[in-house]
C-alpha cells in the first residue's frame, strides 16, 4: 500500500472500530484492495474513502449507535443514527484529507461516497460502488460473521441463509466480482461452522449459537 494511504490509516485509526466491531476497518479495506485490482477501481479514491467512512461511529454514545442493532428500533430511529454517522465521518475524513493537503478533485469525490455510504439508494459511480461493496463485503468475513452471530445470537446456518440471499438483491452489489467473493466467503463460513459442530459439538460457538 502507497505510503499515502498507509498515513491517512495512522491519521484515522483513533477513530475506528467503534461499534463493537473489531477488524471492520482493517478488513473492509482488505476487500477494497481486492476490488481495485480487479475491477481497476482509482485506488486514490476507493482506499482513502472505505478507510474513513466509518470514522463517524467515533462521534456518537454506545447508546445511540446501538439503535442500529436493537431489533425494536423503527427504520426512522435507524436511518436518523445512520445519517448522523455518515455527517461525522465527512467530518472527519474532509479534516484528515486537508491535513494532508490531498488532491482537492479525488478529495470531493470521497467525501461525496461517504456522505450517502449507507443511505444512498443505487450507485453514483464504480468508485462508489466498490467503496460500497467492500463495506457489505465485512459481514461476509469470518470476523464479520463471527460477531453477528455473537451479536444477535444467530444460529449460523440461519445467518447463512440471510445474507446468502443478498447476495443476488437488485441493488446490494454493484458487480459480478463482490458476489463471487461473497459467494466465496460464504462457502468458507459454512465449512467453518460446519467443521466446528462436527469437532466441537459442546465447546463450539457455532454450535452454542442460537
Not at 439508494?121 to 452471530?149: H, P
Not at 449460523?156 to 454493484?174: A, C, M, T
Request: aromatic share 10%; net charge negative.
Amino acid at each position: 500500500m502507497k505510503k499515502i494511504y498507509t498515513h491517512i490509516w495512522e491519521k484515522a485509526l483513533p477513530y475506528q472500530d467503534k461499534r463493537d466491531d473489531a477488524g471492520h476497518a482493517f478488513i473492509t479495506l482488505e476487500f477494497a484492495k481486492q476490488l481495485v485490482d480487479l475491477e481497476q477501481g482509482k485506488a486514490d479514491v476507493i482506499l482513502p474513502a472505505i478507510i474513513l467512512h466509518d470514522t463517524g461511529w467515533s462521534q456518537l454514545s454506545r447508546a445511540e449507535w446501538l439503535v442500529v442493532f436493537d431489533t425494536d428500533s423503527t427504520p426512522e430511529q435507524e436511518m436518523v443514527v445512520r445519517l448522523r454517522h455518515q455527517e461525522e465521518s465527512v467530518k472527519i475524513a474532509q479534516r484528515v484529507l486537508q491535513e494532508m493537503e490531498y488532491p482537492s478533485i479525488q478529495t470531493v469525490e470521497i467525501l461525496e461516497i461517504i456522505a450517502e455510504h449507507d443511505t444512498r439508494q443505487g450507485f453514483i459511480s464504480k468508485n462508489e460502488g466498490l467503496v460500497r461493496d467492500a463495506d457489505k463485503l465485512w459481514r461476509f468475513s469470518k470476523t464479520g460473521f463471527d460477531a453477528d452471530v455473537e451479536r444477535f445470537k444467530f444460529d449460523p446456518h440461519f445467518l447463512h441463509d440471510k445474507i446468502h440471499n443478498q447476495i443476488d438483491r437488485d441493488g446490494f452489489f454493484s458487480c459480478d466480482t463482490s458476489r463471487e467473493l461473497a459467494t466465496l466467503e460464504l462457502e468458507r463460513r459454512k465449512r467453518e461452522f460446519t467443521n466446528a459442530a462436527l469437532t466441537h459439538p459442546k465447546d463450539s460457538t457455532y454450535a452454542q449459537a442460537g
